[in-house]
């Protein structure tokens, strides 16, 4: 990323690195999703990247999203939430994200059942032996998986994941590939993944990510850490 370079630059370039790594990867672009991340941003840069055809935003933290979320509500956005989820606050979430990304245990995917609407979501995997980090173990993955199944109200898309630092980001994502056929052959319309940030999108094309949660490639520096 260029120091001061301006947003609809940002955001062309990752398009057109995105459009790169599928075209390596022999894929179609447009079978991938570009979400940015905005969290710690104001509103204010949502509205931005919206007027530069940004439909699809992600956020982590409940409290922030759900104030963005009203305070964009004239604008026609697809939410995802992708941070940790705590099961009481599970159904908040529920009433404006599109899409949730970290489904990692029953109980949050328990608080999230419904006989009133169907939310979009991804399982996530934790590919660090650190059971604090978001996400489930491997050996949990297809329980989870059956439990998502079993519950009214979720749709499931498929497997999420964050490369761990420390590894090589490719190997990490033939991980998630991996896993996600797993979760296909429970679960075949299941068939997407979530992976891929500003510093390895490509190696998750690579993989065949289909959801790319891309920040501060597009956004410049968080405004605190993040
Ligand atoms: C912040 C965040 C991202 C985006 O990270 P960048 O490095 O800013 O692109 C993606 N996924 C999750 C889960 C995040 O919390």
Redesign the pocket.
Known sequence: MTAGAALPERLEAVRRGIADAAAEAGRSVDEISLIV?T?FHPPRLVRDLFALGVTDF?E?RHQEAQAKAAELADLDITWHF??QLQSKKARQVRAYARVI?SLDRESVVDALASVESVVDCFVQLNLTDDPARGGVRDADLETLTERVLATSGLRLLGVMA?APVGEEPRAAFARVRAASERVRAIAPAARYISAG???DYREAVLEGATHL?????ITGI?PTA?
Request: cysteine-free.
């Open positions: 991340v969290k992600g982590n992708i941070g990304h964050v940030m500003s510093g949660r891309i920040g501060s490639a968080r993040g």
